[in-house]
Every structure is written in structure tokens, then in C-alpha cells.
């Protein structure tokens, strides 16, 4: 009890003082920046059932003053604070993000936040998982093992589009990965792709200025070498 009387008391004392000397002020006018210009390593934090009327300052202040288990301060270095608003009301939703430095420094402020009583409310808090999606590598495959249905060996002696058509979008694809050059996104560019290559020998359309090789920064792409 007497634990949360100074907790409260130290959020109120903070509310009133400047936040010039904390060494995380770059949290103060960063609500609005997007996640790019943080470090790779930033995490946030969600907290939840926080009491109505709640500003990204007193959200800070709680943060600040919360202990971990062993009573030392967990003290993380907070690089923003979002409380959600309705957009017709501008009410507070009762639930607040915090971006912190690092993973451990999550861990340590989610844990201290939760079950803690404030305000005669018991809050919840938990690590906010990444939706960063992480690139992978997938294996390479053999243009050979693809099957076009004979398209790409036939390509020369078809007559037009409708022709290259009939094969299905799977099998025109399949024949501009065996051809090495760029699939496309539908029946429509894949079709005009096999159409340009027509009639034309692989160092012609494979040569970079042709534009038609499978690229990954700048650079031919490793599945199709």
C-alpha cells in the first residue's frame, strides 16, 4: 500500500516538472514519426485497462516510475509513446504503446507493468510482436523440372497471343522460367513477355539491356544463374 501512495505521488510530482533532463526526451515529439527511423532493435510495449484520460506524458511518468521485482528501477529508454484516440471523439481508448530500446528492456518494463495497480485499475502488458516480415531465402529452383506443357520448346512456331494463351497462366509462367526471363503478375504481361523473346536467341533477350532477366537489387537473381 504504502509502495502504491509513492508510486502515486511521484506521478503526479512528474507531471508538474519539465522532462528537459530525462535522457529520453526524444520520445517527447516523436508520436507521429514512422517505425524507420528508430533502431532496428526498438520494441514496443502494449499496456492495457489504463484509466481513461490518460496522456502520452502520464503514460511516460508511470513508465518511469514502475520497479522490477527485485525493487530497482527498471528505467528503459522509452523512444515513444502512442496512446490511441477515437477518431470522431478523441477519447483515449484506456490501453497506451511504448516503444523502448531493445527486447530486454520490453521484457523487463512489460513485466513490471503487469498486474500493476494504478488508479484503482490492474493493468495488463505484454511485448508487442513485430509484423516486420523477414526475408526468406527460398531454395533455387531447376527452370528444367518446370512443367510448361511443351510452350517454351513451341514458342517460335505460334502464331500470337491467343495462341501462347491457351496454355494457362501456370504453364506460361513455367515457360518464362525456363526461358530465364521474368515471369510477370499476370496472363496478360507473362503473355507479352514470352511474345517479346519470340524468334530471338538467349544471348539476345538474356543481355541485361533487354530487361527481361529476374533482378533483386540491381543485381541477376542467383535462382535463375
Known sequence: MLHRCLVFLALSAHALVSNKLRPCSIALHSSLLSDDV????ATDVFVGNMPYGMSDDYVKDLV???RKDDGSPVNP????VTVPRDEETGKDRGLAFVKVL??????????????????????NSNVKESRKKKWVERPAVDPATLDDGGLFEALDALPDKFAIQEYGLEKIRNACKKARIKAGGDLEQCTARLLKIQGLKPEVYLDPAFGLIPTRN???NARWN
Not at 529508454?77 to 515513444?80: A, G, Q
Open 38 to 41: 528508430f533502431p532496428s532493435t
Open 64 to 66: 518511469y516510475t514502475v
Open 77 to 80: 529508454e522509452v523512444l515513444r
Open 102 to 123: 531493445d527486447a530486454t528492456q520490453a521484457a523487463d518494463l512489460s513485466a513490471a507493468l503487469d498486474g500493476f495497480e494504478y488508479r484503482g485499475r490492474v493493468l
Open 218 to 220: 540491381n543485381r541477376r
